[in-house]
């Protein structure tokens, strides 16, 4: 066991001797470190410079330092003491292979462990894993560690005993923030044990013992070798305890590394600095000739690598290996196998070159669904860069890009470009993006919340129910990305940020719907299922229960539209409306979410808003501030693809609420049953109405509560039928007030405040109410407020909605809100009948637009993102300046969200 070693940094390691008196020694750097074999506490009787090959099993004597090689060698000894020391480790043990390390960490566990890996592991960790998940009874949680928030959900303070990470993760070259991810362990489960497979980066490279890691181990056949000509693993730690018991293993088992493999290895390890500084300069210029070309590249070293700036705070170096994508696993095939200086093989590490297909290859004992689950693609090339002069490589690596067809000569340019395969979407999206002047647009959209004035509960059971839109709006930004990824940033539901791959959604399931087409009465659940299995599968369902079938939903519209053009942006929602309270929250999302696709699909087109009135014409043209713009096709349009997000969301909704979330105003709804026919009929001549919507802030099941009611039906059908017809004849009177254009306001009120009141208490009669609604309507209709409320939606909690008169006083009114705030309630002052769906207009020459945008800080609409993107965007926080639009969105208070956009420009309304 290697003995304690005073520990000074990470480049600049111990040096192996003693201080001179003379003055303090410098530490040696690493490529010192491994060139220098050399233990003061096992000094050689005759000072070989060369450990020499103890090649014996067992030793003479009793109480010696050694009696069997199984236990302890001298050769091994050395060995292991010089990997501790470059390691940043107090203990290193070596063993007969890297799977051989796994097995001796993984003995640890006992039935009952939980254990959180990466979803892109080598085939050999994999298969162990599900080894001792089927046999030992370890649970064992795969998740995306990229984004260390995806690791949170599953460490659990007593049952997580091990996390195994990777990075970068092999072979798609993801960055794992390792210290994040162990400060978390740490934090949550003390007792937890952090696993780095660091091979792909070696010592040289990365010391993840440096960045609290308790164990890390190596395949040693790779680059501490660096020749192929043994296999080995390495295991190193810093902690006694942990130490002890895997050396009680490796004793135990016998699995250690035997004397001329010891041998050899220390011999690869001196030479390891600089081996890995040729080969991973080599790699560098090989992924930037592959990324010129325009394939999908894999490697930290390029700018645009996700979480390169983890791997730089993490790394010394961008190591030697890199993967890259083709469009065709055929294509694929053809080019490993039109290789000749490039050797076909499973491993990496080795001074020659290698090429190969993960997914045929060393992933090849991953089911082909779970790698699909994983992200992991059929074409996938992974290159593993030698100590060849780097012009060779490039030169044989090209040809076989040529003869495979993957490249062609550009004779205008004189240089080879990527050949673009017969009928790729990627390539015809490429192209069309390239052509498009309007691929930097940002679409800012809002939609309507909704509350259902009268007739909840009974519309189910064919009453007539009216619902109106409420000037409390959700807002929708479709914003711009250059790094072939879709993204999501729904800030009132769950607060979820997510961002998948383009071409790593599942195309192979989608139906697209074509121009002019209506989206099929039936969903796509193979589309549905696959999204919630495939991108969305690692989202903890009782954190991101609703972000994940918010995001199924826009997922499934962005690809069933996209067809050939699948184009590269950020959706972030927010909303003014109060998230779950029965206000159509959902309803108003989906609006959003289907505007803004159909936008970017260019599925449907806003024209340009009438010019000014001109004298010269003799026209007086009367604004009507962008009301009814937006054209009755076009709300079809939109309508009937929120109606598909709604389907997606509540299984079998009315598609009352994404009508008035489109259209705005009233309408008046029925289900089609007791002889009345179903449809919904606006109301006409709506005029705007004010209310107080308060927020109970108390969860409601509806469906808990629908059935309920029906039950209650079915016991007291008398009861039950005499209410339901008096609320039916509340909706008939409600409706003939408020298309009577003649009725006076005085009277409208009047009358709808006792139609309030009475349809609440038919709710209460119904066992639908809840203490809390019932405190709200006492507080609005105690003196001096007078005012009437109930509840809307399906109440049990949920939200209440109060009628303000015209001549309610601002001052009441503030204090009638300040006593519901006092009672721990949120109320929102607002107005019901207003403007349906919205879209910010893109064109600039009516009210001196441009001046406005130039004192609105520069902020055009849809503004203009000056360029791509540079580094990588990641799906909780971005590194890079986001669009203008977007930022000022992100970043204004919800009390001012309104407010703010507004005053953007000039707004178009259904």
Known sequence: MAPTIDLRGARDLPTPEPESPLGPRKPYKFSTMCATVENPEAKDQYGSSSVPIYQTATFKGVGGQYDYTRSGNPTRSHLEHHLAKISSAQHAFAVSSGMAALDVILRLLKPGDEVIAGDDLYGGTNRLLTFIKTHVGVTVHHVDTTNAENVRPHIHPTKTALVLLESPTNPLIKIVDLATITRDVKEKAPGAIVVVDNTMMSPYLQRPLEHGADIVYDSATKYLSGHHDLMAGVITCNREDIAKKMAFTINSVGNALSPIDSFLLLRGVKTLAIRMDRMQATAGVVANYLHGLGFKVNYPGLPNHPNREVHERLSDGNGAVLSFETGSKELSERIVGGTRLWGISVSFGCVNSLISMPCVMSHASIDAKTRKERGLPEDLIRLCVGIEDASDLLDDLEHALYDAGAISLNAAQNKFVRTPLPDSPEAEAEAEKLADEDEETEWFVSSPGKVILFGEHAVVHGVTAIAASVDLRCYGLCSPRHDGKVSVHL????????????????????????????????????????????????????????????SVAFLYIYMTLAGRRRPSFNFSARATLPVGAGLGSSASFSACAATALLLLHRRISIPPPPAPSSAKTGHVHISHEGRRAITPDVASEVNRWAFVAEKILHGNPSGVDNSVAVFGGALAYTRGLNGRPAGMVPIQGFRRLKFLLTNSRVPRDTKKLVAGVGELKQREPEMVGRVLKSIQHIVDEAQRALTDAELPREALLHALAAWINENHSYLVSLGVSHPTLENIRAKTASAPYGLSTKLTGAGGGGCAVTLVPDDFSDENLAALCQDLVDAAFEPYSTSVGGSGLGILSPYAHHRNFEAEARQNSGVVTPPVTPGPELGSPKAVEETQPLPPLRQSFERTSLAELGEWAEGLGRWLYV
């Open 491 to 550: 800030h009132d539901i769950d607060n979820f940020a997510g961002a998948w791959d383009i071409k790593s959604l599942p195309w192979d399931v989608v139906t697209p719907v074509g121009l002019g087409e209506q989206p099929p009465e039936t969903l796509n659940f193979k589309l549905i299922e696959a999204l919630y299995n495939g991108p969305l599968k690692s989202l903890a369902a009782d954190r991101y229960r609703h972000a994940k079938a918010a």
